[in-house]
């Protein structure tokens, strides 16, 4: 097969890990076996000197992805490169952390996850939980107190966003 060299690189707790060295415009999706869990794809580059670094980037892409999915760096959002980039205990720590400190409550999660998707609009969020809107209102309250902060703050926003993302990554891995 023309454009692609295999290596065995290891072994998970889980699965076999393979590296793949290919071409840019190799099928990869074609040749990937059934049963592959996650895949990472870099960046395409040029010169050897880059292989550690992209080699790198697709395992972030590849922690990014859901079982069965293929990920390319260059389509990942900041924030999901942001959550799966925290993979060590102390990074996983910190996450928890900040997720506990902000579960002021049983809705708390879905209410603020459902805000960020409905882009902080207190009126969707409402429909969508099925909740007035000054029950909204007051569950967010709640969360900036917690944060000593408002989530019209856009720092504050970004903290909540990687916070969602890891989260999510966590309950499916």
């Not at 099925?130 to 107190?145: A, D, F, K, P, S």
């Amino acid at each position: 097969m023309n454009g692609i060299v295999l290596s065995d690189s290891g072994m998970n707790s889980t699965t076999d890990e393979v590296t793949a060295l290919c071409v840019s415009d190799f099928p990869i999706e074609e040749f990937l076996a059934e049963g592959v869990t996650a895949v990472g794809i870099s960046e395409s580059f040029t010169a050897l000197g880059q292989v550690p670094e992209m080699l790198r980037s697709a395992d972030v892409a590849a922690a990014a992805a859901k079982p069965g999915e293929i990920v390319h760096v260059e389509q990942m959002r900041p924030v999901e490169w942001a959550a799966a980039r925290l993979n060590s205990r102390f990074d996983r720590q910190i996450a928890r952390r900040y997720v506990e400190r902000l579960n002021v409550g049983n809705d708390a999660w879905p209410t603020l996850k459902t805000y960020i998707e409905c882009s902080g609009n207190i009126a969707d969020t409402a429909r969508r939980l099925n909740v007035h809107e000054n029950t909204v209102r007051y569950r967010l309250g709640q969360i900036e107190g917690q944060l000593g902060a408002r989530l019209t703050d856009p720092r504050i926003v970004a903290d909540v966003v990687v916070a969602l993302e890891c989260q999510r990554r966590g309950q499916r891995g």
